[in-house]
């Protein structure tokens, strides 16, 4: 069984400043690792995903997600945030064959401030 | 556009009610989801389908029932012998290696 582990429910952040929000991951199987957004009463957007290939994966708003698969991560970055990334992000695992359905973490709020 | 699409977006229960909510995709994906959210909790997986005509449940499906008669369509019932069912519910597709979501049904107690 494959489980995800968000240990950071609300993280504050100030604009323009760096965040980290962190995931680990446990799995007897390989896994695909996925990071999605969450606006207020909206469904989740596909953010950043990791398939295969190089382990750091970029999306096109400047968040960067690195697989560690020695330490079964995939942290989230930015570098600056901006007001409009206040969010609720979800880290999720995907068997690579067999079921493809998602396991999901707790998620983490972030609240970035003025 | 292909997309995935849930409703109503908002959603009552009385007492002892059954309702259903809709989800429907025109992605011509094989496998849909339900998946409930509640705050802190993350979402959980409630029933999936891989294929027209066949279901499994998933991690909380006791209270709750669906049915995949076409591709196209997953309905989820509530009934009644769900006791909390206020929550947030978000309906997924997959296929071709993507996944869509819809913009979730929020049920709420009368």
């Known amino acids: 069984a494959q489980s995800v582990t968000q240990l950071d429910s609300q993280v504050p952040v100030f604009e323009e400043a760096p965040v980290e929000l962190r995931c680990n991951y446990s799995s007897s199987v390989s896994v695909y690792l996925f990071w999605y957004v969450q606006y207020p009463n909206q469904g989740l957007q596909l953010l950043l995903k990791?398939?295969?290939?190089?382990?750091l994966v970029e999306s096109i708003n400047g968040f960067e997600a690195e697989f560690n698969k020695s330490q079964t991560s995939f942290h989230l970055r930015k570098p600056s945030v901006h007001i409009s990334d206040t969010a609720e992000y979800f880290c999720a695992v995907s068997r690579t064959s067999g079921t493809y359905k998602y396991i999901f973490g707790t998620g983490t709020r972030l609240k970035v401030l003025a | 556009d292909g997309g995935i699409t849930q409703s109503p977006k908002y959603l009552f229960r009385k007492e002892g009610q059954n309702v259903t909510l809709s989800c429907e995709q025109n992605l011509n994906h094989d496998a849909m989801y339900w998946y409930r959210q509640d705050p802190g909790q993350g979402l959980r997986l409630i029933y999936y389908?891989?294929?027209?005509?066949?279901?499994q449940k998933g991690d909380i499906a006791e209270g709750y029932s669906v049915s995949r008669e076409k591709k196209e369509s997953f309905p989820l019932t509530v009934t009644s012998a769900q006791k909390n069912p206020t929550a947030f519910y978000l309906c997924a597709s997959s296929g071709f290696g993507d996944w869509h979501f819809g913009d979730g049904t929020r049920l709420s107690i009368l």
């Open positions: 990791y398939l295969s290939g190089s382990t």
């Open positions: 389908s891989q294929i027209v005509n066949d279901f």
